[in-house]
């Protein structure tokens, strides 16, 4: 599977937009990208999925690049309840059809500030 | 709905003993996995089954069997319970190949 690159934290003020990077350099031209964000005590939760348009749902904004090496997960206005760990993960792709392996890195562990 | 269901939440075990955590899901989905959470890090994915019958090593299988029972159960056995193995396991279940991933509230569990 194609990797990502996330950093490992990130801090932004309540109410404010913030906005979560990942690099994926290798990614296939079928596979998605999908985030997910695991919050304290709790198992991960899907955020949003996305192939090659940006994708709005009620809990975040997905902006991926042109060239699709990159993508950015926008949370548009912070809440404390947003503190969490946020995963970029590559799924699907045609070499991969039928590998139901699914793999987490280490995340990005984003702090709201009050 | 329930989603994804873990037996135990919490456990306390004694180096040496053996024990079954159970994971049940109610979403008719073929794939479902077992993941461990050691403090401050990440998932590592220890088994998968992709169709009820089939089981796959994943990042860190040594130490743990796994059995999907039928298409709703995937129990994950520690034969001989180590301090290593202290940690927050995850069942995880996943509909289609690129559907969501839905997580249980996880097993903590205490080896000493």
């Known amino acids: 599977d194609a990797k990502t690159t996330q950093p490992n934290s990130m801090e932004s003020n309540e109410e404010e937009p913030v906005h979560l990077p990942c690099n994926h350099s290798?990614?296939?031209?079928?596979?998605?990208i999908h985030w997910y964000r695991q919050l304290p005590s709790q198992g991960p939760e899907y955020v949003i999925h996305g192939l090659t348009s940006n994708v709005n749902n009620r809990m975040a904004s997905l902006a991926i690049a042109e060239d699709r090496k990159s993508s950015t997960l926008i949370l548009h206005r912070a809440t404390l309840r947003d503190a969490a760990v946020y995963y970029c993960i590559l799924r699907g792709g045609l070499a991969n059809f039928g590998n139901e392996k699914l793999t987490f890195g280490t995340g990005t562990r984003l702090t709201i500030i009050p | 709905n329930a989603g994804v269901t873990q037996t135990p939440k919490f456990q306390v075990l004694k180096t040496g003993q053996s024990m079954t955590l159970q994971c049940a899901q109610d979403?008719?989905?073929?794939?479902m996995y077992w993941y461990r959470q050691d403090p401050g890090m990440g998932l590592r994915l220890i088994y998968y089954s992709a169709s009820e019958g089939t089981t796959d090593k994943g990042e860190v299988p040594n130490g743990y069997n796994v059995s999907r029972l039928n298409k709703r159960e995937f129990s994950l056995r520690l034969e001989s319970a180590a301090p290593s193995q202290t940690s927050v396991y995850f069942c995880a279940s996943k509909g289609g190949f690129t559907g969501e991933a839905f997580f249980g509230q996880g097993t903590r569990l205490t080896v000493v």
């Open positions: 290798t990614i296939s031209g079928t596979d998605y």
């Open positions: 979403m008719n989905h073929n794939s």
